[in-house]
Nanobody, 121 residues
Framework: QVQLVESGGGSVQPGGSLRLSCAASGSIFIIYAMCWYRQFPGNQRELIAIITSGGSTTYADSVKGRFTITRDNAKNTVSLQMSSLKPEDTAVYYC???????????????WGQGTQVTVSS
C-alpha cells in the first residue's frame, strides 16, 4: 500500500557530507513522524533522528550537531543531511514513517529498503 524509497547513499571520506532522501508513495492520508535509523553489522537498528509532522526534531547524541533531518509535507519526503562524517557513521540507513492510509484507518509503520553509507579514507 505504501512504499518508502530511499536514495543518496554511497561512499565518502571522513569529514565529508552526504544527503539521504526518502520518498513515500501509495495509499497515504496523513504522515505523522518520520525518522531515520541506522544499523551496524550484527546490531539492532538505532534511531538517530525524528521529525514530527509539525517540524519538531530530535537527534541521537551520536549525530547531534552533524546531521539535520528535514521533511517536505507537500512531497511526502524526508531527508537527512549528514556532515562531518566519521568512519563510525558507516552503516545501513533506513527511513521510517508512521502513516495513516485512510481517513478512518489506524496508523501503520513503514520502512524504506535501506541505503549503505560508507565513510572511509
Amino acid at each position: 500500500q505504501v512504499q518508502l524509497v530511499e536514495s543518496g547513499g554511497g561512499s565518502v571520506q571522513p569529514g565529508g557530507s552526504l544527503r539521504l532522501s526518502c520518498a513515500a508513495s501509495g495509499s497515504i492520508f496523513i504522515i505523522y513522524a518520520m525518522c531515520w535509523y541506522r544499523q551496524f553489522p550484527g546490531n539492532q537498528r538505532e534511531l538517530i533522528a525524528i521529525i514530527t509532522s509539525g517540524g519538531s526534531t530530535t537527534y541521537a547524541d551520536s549525530v547531534k550537531g552533524r546531521f539535520t533531518i528535514t521533511r517536505d509535507n507537500a512531497k511526502n519526503t524526508v531527508s537527512l543531511q549528514m556532515s562531518s562524517l566519521k568512519p563510525e557513521d558507516t552503516a545501513v540507513y533506513y527511513c521510517n514513517a508512521d502513516i495513516r492510509n485512510t481517513l478512518i484507518g489506524r496508523k501503520n509503520d513503514y520502512w524504506g529498503q535501506g541505503t549503505q553509507v560508507t565513510v572511509s579514507s
